[in-house]
Each structure stands twice: as C-alpha cells, then as structure tokens.
C-alpha cells in the first residue's frame, strides 16, 4: 500500500512542508551546552581554542557554544566563519556559486586547536572542503570537529569528535536545521519519508 | 552571470551586487600569508592585449593567479600580431591552445564583442578595454571602491548617491562603463566636460551633464577624474592645456569646497598637474591607490563567476 501524504503538497514559495521535529529549541540548548563542557574537557581548558563556524548554520552554533563558553570559563573564544565554497569537489558541476563570509579571528590559527562547527554531517566533504581551507590559512595544533547533527552516510574517512544527536537517516530523507538569527525557529527536522523522491543533498 | 562580460550593459544590478559581494569576500584574501585559492586549478586565462597597459594587465594576472589558474600573457608587441596577423587567426590560435577565458584589451571598439559573437573561440570573454567604448571591470572596481567608502549596509548599493565623472568623457571608455553601471546601481551620474569632450548621444545616456565643474563638485559624494587622452586626439578640443586645467582641473582650491566624506577618485594613469593637481591626489581624500588594490579582487570576482563554475555546455 502506498503512503497517502497526509496534507496535500504546499506550492513552492508558501509555508514549506512541516517536516518531523526531531530536535526543539531546548533540545538543541542542551546539546551546545554538552558540546561546549566536552570541548572543554577534552581541550583541558579554553585556552588556545578558536571556533570557526562553517556558513551558513555553522556560525551561529560556533557563536552559541562561545558564549557557553565564556559562561563556565569567563574567558572569550576567538569565534570566526570559514567558508569553503572554493574548496569544494562538487564546484564544477553547478553554476558559479555565490561566496559565503571568512572571518578569521585576528589571533589567527598558527599553533591553536580549531574546533570547525557545522549543523549537519553527512558526506564529509564539506568538512574535507574545511581541512583544504585550513590548510591555506596557516598550520593549527589540533583540528576537531563538532556537529549540531550526525545523520551518517560518510563518503570519507572523516568523523566529528563532538556530536549534538546521531540521526539515522535513510538517503532520501532531508535534515533541515533552522537557527534563530537566521531562520525563525530553533528545530531540527526531517523532511521526505523513505519512498519519496531524493531531496537535494546538503 | 552570462558567460561573456563585454559590456557594464550586460550586467543586471542582480549581476553587478553579485559581483561586488564576490570581491568583498576576496578582498580579504590580500591580507592572508598564502594569497591563493583553488577555484580555477586547471583552467587557463590568455591575456590578450593589443594595447598598451600596465595596470589592468598585471592587475588580471595577479586575479588569476590568485585563483590558481594558468595564465598566458599575449601582447601585441613581441608577438605575430606585429607581423600583422588578424584577429581571427590569434582567436584561433588561443582556441587551440585552450583557453577558458580571453581578456582582451583592443584598440578598435567592439573588438571583444567580436570575439566573443564570431564563433571562432568557445572560451568566455572578458573587455579589457576597448577603443573608445566599455571597461566593465574599471567601473566594477570603481563601483566597489565607492561602495565601500559611501554604500549603505549592502555591499552594491549606491542608491542617491552622486557621482560626478570630470574631463575627457568622448574617449573614455572608462566613463562610459561607469555611467551604466553606476545608475544600474542606483547612482545618481553627472558627466562634467567641456562641449567638445562629451560624445554625441550622450543624452541617451542615463546621467545629467554639466559644462561647470565649481557648481556639480560640492554636491557630489564622488568626484572622478578621467585622463586627456591626447593620444586619440587629433584636433582642437580645448585651447591650450593651461585654460583646460583651469576650467576642469581639480586642485586644491577646488577639493576645499567638496564635502567632508566625498572621495576623489582617478582610473589612472594620472597626468598630474593636467587633470588632477598632486596635492589632490596624495591628499588623504584620494582612494586612487586603493583602486587597484580594490581591482585585483573585483577581477577575482569576475574570472570565478565566469570560470569556477560548471560551463555553460561545458565537458565538465
């Protein structure tokens, strides 16, 4: 028996599609502020760190854990945007895209842990994007990874060291993240049961 | 974008503020130890210049190898081209070499819209500069700069603001690029020159014109100087190059009635003393310097929305 959606399909431009909310706003809370004690915990320490945010999510999640942070420590993490559009393996295959923002603490990178933050991880090439990136902008002691979302379906040898929730997700399904700042809500949500057509891949 | 950029025309204002939000983003990379990005690595970039030029060549060289890709320098001297080889056959001899992208700069106007529309090459081409007509990345450096000195939040948005374009407008490609592109962007564009320095049909053109230079400047939040090209001028345009000076020069006396925040801007290269008195340009109101700083970023922008992307009909 095939599955009858249970609302018809919004036209594009309205309200999208509800999607099933597997994060909430406190949820999502209560995640950056595990992540920010185990950064702390495995970094011994807020000393030499620098958050770098990956756009666009990434940034305010970088921008949330810093103020966490500075909470518990009373001391401010260097917090910066890292774009790697130009550094992506996928940048021949669609038209020219727009750049995001680079902000790199003024501090720089040389000799400190980076810790790269994103909102979802899924293939890792957005992450193997990220390394390249580094690469250029000088040599960090350590690079570590926190995801708000790990859904699966690695297509590198890359992990996160520090994970909001692992989502089992088939590869139709979509994971939305929405932040407040940027979107409206705080929420985690999955779009496309399995058996619907493939979304587009993050 | 489209695949080609001959003309500031082509551009929408979507266009343009893509452009200059591009080259906000790569500006940044000035400042970084290893000036390089990998958006173009394999791609190839012929500078084509059938003119004279240090800035914009060297200035394109530098955008494209910032963004890693190859770049052949062709110029007119040295080469075939002065054994008198047309431009078809240098086209295709870059077609066979494998260009992606010509910068072309020509002294005959429509040269790169030649180019570009005459099936001979597949790459993209970009206007250097040609003859009397368009130097698109002049005037997206040029719009840039401002925007950075007198935009609003947005990067591209010069909504009110008045510019005013001073000296040999009638062989400026320069001014021509600048009053498309600028009222695209929501500037407001005053052509300052004497009767016989501005082109015919110039009231087809978005701006307002002006043969007084003392009542347009203390209005203006941009005052931009255009060189006397002699070089193209085979007749009597003004007098003598002392009244020219006089009536439409900028020196110091009139800089002192330009308001607090209004910049002064050249395209180079500057003759000082004609145009532009040197106090003006190394006072502190002067970005002229900054321009080309400003240039190799917009080039970056301009070459990666062209090239970094999959090609229209492309292999890739």
Redesign the interface.
């Known amino acids: 028996m095939a599955p009858v959606p249970a609302q018809p399909e919004a036209p594009p431009g309205a309200t999208p599609e509800p999607g099933r909310v597997v994060l909430d706003a406190r949820d999502i809370a209560r995640a950056l502020t595990r992540i920010s004690h185990e950064i702390l915990e495995r970094n011994k320490g807020a000393g030499d760190l620098v958050l770098l945010g990956i756009p666009s999510r990434g940034v305010p999640l970088a921008e949330r854990i810093a103020e966490r942070i500075a909470s518990v420590e009373g001391y401010d993490v260097p917090t910066g945007s890292l774009?790697v559009t130009?550094?992506r393996d996928d940048?021949?295959?669609?038209?020219?895209?727009?750049?995001?923002?680079?902000?790199?603490p003024e501090e720089g990178i040389d000799g400190r842990t980076v810790v790269l933050v994103d909102d979802v991880l899924f293939s890792g090439r957005t992450i193997r994007a990220a390394l390249?990136a580094l690469n250029?902008?000088?040599r960090p002691r350590a690079v570590r990874l926190a995801v708000l979302v790990d859904r699966g379906h690695r297509e590198l040898p890359i992990r996160a060291d520090f994970v909001g929730k692992n989502l089992p997700t088939s590869l139709v399904e979509r994971v939305k993240v929405t932040l407040a700042g940027i979107d409206d809500v705080d929420a985690v949500t999955i779009h496309g049961e399995p058996g619907a057509p493939a979304g587009e891949r993050p | 974008?489209k695949r080609h950029l001959l003309s500031a025309a082509d551009l929408s204002r979507d266009d343009a503020e893509?452009v200059l939000?591009?080259a906000a983003?790569?500006r940044?990379l000035a400042d970084?130890?290893?000036k390089?990005?990998?958006?173009l690595r394999g791609r190839t970039v012929v500078n084509l210049f059938f003119e004279d030029s240090t800035r914009t060549r060297i200035s394109f060289e530098a955008a494209a190898k910032r963004l890693s890709a190859d770049v052949i320098n062709f110029s007119a001297k040295g080469s075939s081209l002065s054994k008198g080889e047309s431009l078809k056959d240098t086209a295709l001899t870059l077609e066979a070499m494998g260009a992606d992208a010509v910068v072309v700069r020509h002294g005959a106007s429509g040269a790169p819209h030649r180019l570009a529309h005459s099936g001979w090459v597949r790459s993209s081409v970009v206007n250097a500069g040609d003859g009397t007509h368009e130097h698109p990345t002049q005037a997206l450096l040029d719009a840039f700069t401002l925007s950075r000195h007198l935009g609003r939040g947005k990067a591209g948005s010069l909504d009110g603001r008045r510019v005013a374009i001073v000296g040999d407008v009638l062989h400026s490609r320069v001014a021509r690029s600048n009053a498309l592109l600028l009222a695209t962007l929501g500037a407001e564009v005053t052509l300052v020159a004497p009767p016989t320095l501005l082109p015919v049909g110039v009231d087809t053109w978005p701006v307002e014109t002006s043969y007084d230079l003392d009542a347009v400047i203390p209005k203006a939040d941009a005052v931009m100087m255009l060189r006397v090209q002699r070089e193209r001028m085979n007749g009597g345009f003004f007098p003598t190059p002392r009244e020219y000076s006089r009536r439409y020069g900028l020196d110091g006396r009139r800089m002192a009635t330009l308001q607090e925040h209004t910049i002064v801007m050249h395209p180079g290269p500057m003759v000082r003393g004609m145009e532009i008195s040197a106090d003006v340009a190394d006072s502190d109101r002067s970005v002229i310097v900054e321009q080309v700083t400003n240039g190799v970023a917009v080039r970056m922008a301009v070459l990666?929305?062209?090239?970094?992307?999959?090609?229209p009909g492309g292999e890739?």
């Open positions: 774009d130009m550094y940048l021949r295959l669609k038209p020219a895209r727009a750049l995001l923002h680079t902000e790199i390249d250029d902008l000088g | 974008m893509l939000q591009t983003e790569l940044s970084r130890p290893i390089k990005l990998p958006a990666y929305l062209l090239l970094g992307g999959a090609q890739e």
